[in-house]
């Protein structure tokens, strides 16, 4: 994307939860852009203001609490980056510290670092829409008046939030390019690299003590309500029942809400299929839509809604501030683990995919626990593996209403895949940690943002943004192997003497039946290995390419009936339930794989996560398939 160069360079600088990224993403819209910072892997995402004075380049720098003593990447390149002394970059021009006006007692030393090492800086005072703790309400002019930084009253949730701190950038552009760039130059110069912004620690603190107390926050403030709702979702014993009922009731929902919409997607890809057959000659071409494409991609479709009602209720309890607190709640446990409360956002990222879980991990400032987070982050059940879940589950468990008020059989056998994916999380974390270099274990420091409701704009457009990320995905990888293993497992045709199915005779067969002597002792069957191999690119591939290998295996009923009764017919339960243990622990796909080598700079490490996944998916599996074996004989 081709750009004018900036008149000014602005970075937004601002604590977690604090909502610098949302103002960001209101002042740069699509004009944003990613990429490394020179020599290293912490990304650097920017964008550009443009306006009649010219163009602003915003730099987003990551979330952080403290520039004292940079302990983590993330940390160390924003302190860095203030003072210009990395790579050629030069020091922004100004910087914009966001301050969430409801935690603005914690965060006003952010800014008083932030003052001492830059000469230009803007507050951006947010969240102005909310109550405020305090018995004077802090306004713009106030905290201007008090830390002497120009301030500009932003909601960063709302829309139009940030068009005023727009404004002041633009309008401020050219009049303060010239004193600021001197300023910033200057300030560089006076910079020590090896001390970062440890010299100033003195001073920063003189100066926010003073604030503290002409702000009158250093008086106690009334319980507000955040605080009391905290009581008890925080409290040692409650908090943890009330986190294992929010989840569990989320998993429910996944099966149990997902239902009629799965019903009307699979009655279109009926009827599609049905129309296609109908006004399309029998030959090569039919076979590829029908059976190909649409058995293959249209059946990872299906499970669309059940990914969706997933990340509604991530998006929910994110938004409500609850996500934090299990951040907390989970410490402990952690902690026994060899690992802090500081993995939790790694490892919760990783339910939505494993790659975010990772780079997410850049925020844990001990390098043993870093590399720990990243080799068990794939372990965490990402949204891929949820299709072959939800096939598995409605193909062979009941829909058995185990109660009066709503829990059924399905949704507790998903709720413990998942727990098992945790449980072997922590058991890897667990044993590693006995073999590497044991380090101090450091307080988890979190923001806790205040509750509120969360706002149906962001949830409609975060599960729209999820749908347009799958679809892609299914339009795009899943359509790929989908037409090639259709290819595989079409050609070459069968004999003219040919007695079992034409697909057994083809290339994905051979294929399937050459591999299988891998996979016989766990019970899988060709058409499985077939599916595990392309499943390798993409996890949601395995429902895709059971479809095809099943639609061309199938009789013409077979092939416009869903896939989940087809296979109910073809394969045992230890099958399909060893199949689930393997899929708990799976070997993850290769874009995950990419990025644990450029996360660790290590061959080894990541030959090392995708050997011991396979090991132990193998041994889940065997398991699984001898223990179901014996109980389904002894039945």
Not at 32 to 43: F, L
Not at 218 to 229: A, F, G, I, K, L
Not at 452 to 466: A, E, T
Not at 519 to 540: C, N
Request: positive net charge; hydrophobic residues 50%; proline residues 6%.
């Amino acid at each position: 994307m081709s750009v004018p160069h900036p008149v000014l360079r602005v970075a937004l600088l601002g604590s977690p939860n604090s909502g610098k990224s949302a103002l960001f993403n209101q002042l740069t819209g699509a004009t944003q852009k990613i990429a490394n910072y020179a020599g290293v892997t912490v990304e650097r995402k920017s964008g550009w203001l443009k306006g009649s004075q010219g163009t602003i380049e915003l730099i987003d720098l990551p979330g952080l609490y403290s520039l004292e003593q940079p302990r983590t990447p993330d940390e160390a390149i924003t302190a860095q980056f203030l003072i210009g002394q990395i790579g050629n970059e030069s020091p922004p021009d100004r910087v914009v510290v966001v301050l969430d006006v409801t935690h603005i007692k914690r965060q006003l030393k952010l800014l008083a670092y932030v003052q001492q090492v830059h000469p230009s800086v803007l507050v951006a005072l947010n969240m102005m829409d909310r109550t405020q703790p305090y018995s004077e309400r802090i306004d713009g002019p106030v905290l201007a008046r008090i830390t002497g930084c120009e301030v500009v009253e932003t909601i960063a949730i709302q829309p139009g939030g940030a068009v005023a701190l727009g404004e002041r950038l633009l309008t401020d552009a050219a009049s303060h390019r010239t004193r600021v760039r001197a300023a910033a130059q200057t300030a560089q110069s006076n910079q020590d690299p090896s001390l970062g912004l440890g010299a100033h620690a003195e001073d920063a603190k003189r100066v926010y003590e003073r604030w503290i107390a002409a702000l009158n926050l250093d008086q106690n403030v009334p319980m507000t309500r955040s605080e009391r709702v905290d009581a008890w979702v925080l409290h040692p014993i409650l908090g943890p029942i009330i986190l294992a009922a929010v989840l569990f009731f989320t998993f429910q929902a996944v099966f149990s809400w997902a239902q009629p919409f799965m019903h009307l997607i699979s009655a279109a890809m009926a009827w599609l299929g049905d129309a296609l057959t109908a006004v399309l000659p029998t030959g090569p071409i039919q076979s590829l839509l029908v059976n190909g494409i649409l058995a293959g991609a249209g059946t990872v479709l299906l499970f669309l809604p059940q990914i969706l009602i997933l990340f509604a209720f991530i998006i929910i309890l994110e938004d409500s501030g609850y996500l934090p607190r299990a951040a907390f709640l989970l410490d402990r446990l952690m902690s026994g683990v060899g690992l802090s409360g500081r993995a939790f956002i790694p490892l919760l990222s990783s339910f939505a995919c494993a790659i975010p879980g990772i780079l997410a991990t850049r925020t844990i400032p001990d390098a043993r626990d870093r590399q720990i987070t990243i080799l068990i982050a794939p372990l965490m059940t990402c949204s891929a593996r949820l299709p072959v879940y939800a096939l598995l589950i409605g193909a062979f468990i009941p829909n058995t209403q185990l109660t009066s008020w709503g829990i059924n059989l399905q949704g507790l056998v998903l709720f413990l895949l998942y727990t098992a994916g945790i449980a072997g999380a922590f058991a890897v974390a667990w044993l590693l940690s006995r073999f590497r270099r044991a380090s101090a274990t450091q307080a988890l420091q979190m923001e806790l943002p205040s509750y509120h409701w969360p706002l149906w704009r962001h949830l409609v457009l975060g599960l729209w943004q999820r749908t347009q990320i799958f679809v892609n995905r299914v339009g795009g990888t899943i359509l790929l192997l989908m037409v090639v293993v259709w290819f595989l497992s079409s050609f070459p045709s069968p004999p003219p003497d040919a007695t079992r199915p034409a697909i057994e005779y083809s290339l994905a067969g051979r294929l399937g039946e050459a591999v299988l002597p891998i996979f016989k002792p766990v019970g899988f069957g060709w058409q499985i290995v077939v599916a595990l191999i392309p499943g390798l690119a993409a996890r949601e591939v395995v429902v895709g390419v059971l479809g095809t290998v099943y639609a061309l295996s199938g009789s013409a009923t077979e092939i416009t009936s869903s896939l989940a009764p087809m296979i109910a017919q073809s394969w045992s339960v230890p099958t399909a339930l060893a199949l689930l243990a393997w899929y708990v622990y799976a070997p993850q796909c290769l874009s995950t794989l990419a990025v644990v080598r450029r996360e660790t700079a290590s061959w080894r490490m990541t030959a090392f996560l995708a050997g011991y996944q396979f090991v132990l998916a193998y041994a889940a599996a065997w398991a699984t398939f001898n223990l179901a074996s014996q109980w389904w004989i002894a039945r």
